[in-house]
């Protein structure tokens, strides 16, 4: 009636609609997606944002980021901690925070930061050895595996890489973190990389044994699914843009406190 034409015919298996229910249609759907994008946005608003994480990447470098996001962007966030890209694809979070070598696959990918290491142990372990023939290679990403060289010998040096860590006296951590708490104990030496080193190296738990770096072809991403990106409200732009900034000017901060080492 409101059309003045008849639009669908009811059927015993549901509903077919005729030549002039299709061309209405046709004229309405790019509407209804408008609708559609319309209520998702308004929804999304009011709505808490999620952020995924590894346990180092969130303890060392976003939860001491929170009130400043919040004061400054007025957007509250919650912090999904535990294997990001599971949390991020079943729908629990928004925007996933990870790393390793290769980007992850299915997903909008942004770089976040691209990982140059060096080698770092406590102060007093740093300064009392010469770290002289050290050669840096490809290591274990922190995040998958995270290597502390427990028994370094540095005046014949050795190769952090994927095939001497089998013969290089090792402890494996669970996390990056744990390894960067070994290594300020003085029990060994581990690789800093940026965004999850930039607390212990700020505070001087840890320091840098030897001015060389690596770059280890790894990077920290920041993802999201690829089916909510045209749904995408302004709220999880500027999230984005605010990590991307931080994730930048944690770059600098890094190569500025392993020079100062």
């Known amino acids: 009636n409101f059309v003045g034409a008849t639009l669908f015919i009811r059927r015993h298996r549901g509903l077919t609609l005729t030549p002039?229910?299709?061309?209405?249609?046709?004229?309405?759907?790019?509407?209804?997606?408008a609708l559609a994008e319309a209520a998702f946005a308004i929804k999304a608003d009011g709505?808490?944002?999620?952020?995924?994480?590894?346990?180092?990447?969130?303890?060392?470098?976003l939860l001491p980021r929170l009130p400043r996001l919040?004061?400054?962007?007025?957007?509250?966030?919650?912090?999904?901690?535990?294997?990001?890209?599971p949390a991020l694809r079943?729908?629990?979070?928004?925007i996933?925070?990870?790393?390793?070598?290769?980007?992850?696959?299915?997903?909008?990918?942004?770089t976040l930061a691209s990982c140059k290491?060096?080698?770092?142990a406590a102060p007093d372990f740093s300064q009392d050895r010469k770290w002289t023939g050290l050669k840096l290679a490809r290591p274990h990403f922190p995040?998958?595996?995270?290597?502390?060289?427990?028994?370094?010998?540095?005046?014949?040096?050795?190769?952090?890489?994927?095939?001497?860590?089998a013969r290089t006296p090792t402890i494996l951590?669970?996390?990056?973190?744990?390894?960067?708490?070994?290594?300020?104990?003085?029990?060994?030496?581990?690789?800093?990389?940026?965004?999850?080193?930039?607390?212990?190296?700020?505070?001087?738990?840890?320091r840098v044994c030897t001015g060389t770096k690596c770059d280890i072809d790894a990077s920290y991403w920041m993802v999201t699914r690829q089916d909510t990106v045209s749904r995408m409200n302004g709220r999880r732009k500027s999230v984005q843009a605010w990590l991307a900034q931080e994730a930048s000017q944690s770059l600098t901060r890094h190569i500025e406190l392993t020079l100062a080492n």
């Open 173 to 206: 951590f669970a996390t990056l973190q744990m390894a960067y708490e070994a290594a300020a104990s003085g029990i060994g030496v581990a690789l800093a990389v940026p965004l999850s080193s930039e607390r212990f190296l700020a505070h001087d738990r840890v």
């Open 117 to 120: 290491a060096a080698l770092v």
């Open 90 to 94: 079943e729908g629990h979070a928004d």
């Open 47 to 61: 709505e808490i944002l999620k952020i995924a994480a590894s346990h180092t990447l969130t303890s060392e470098w």
């Open 143 to 165: 995040e998958m595996q995270a290597p502390l060289i427990a028994d370094a010998s540095p005046e014949t040096g050795f190769d952090i890489n994927l095939a001497s860590l």
């Open 70 to 85: 919040l004061s400054e962007l007025g957007i509250p966030v919650e912090i999904v901690v535990g294997d990001p890209l």
């Open 96 to 110: 996933a925070l990870c790393g390793g070598f290769i980007p992850p696959g299915g997903f909008d990918v942004r």
């Open 20 to 33: 002039e229910g299709k061309t209405y249609l046709a004229k309405i759907e790019n509407a209804m997606d």
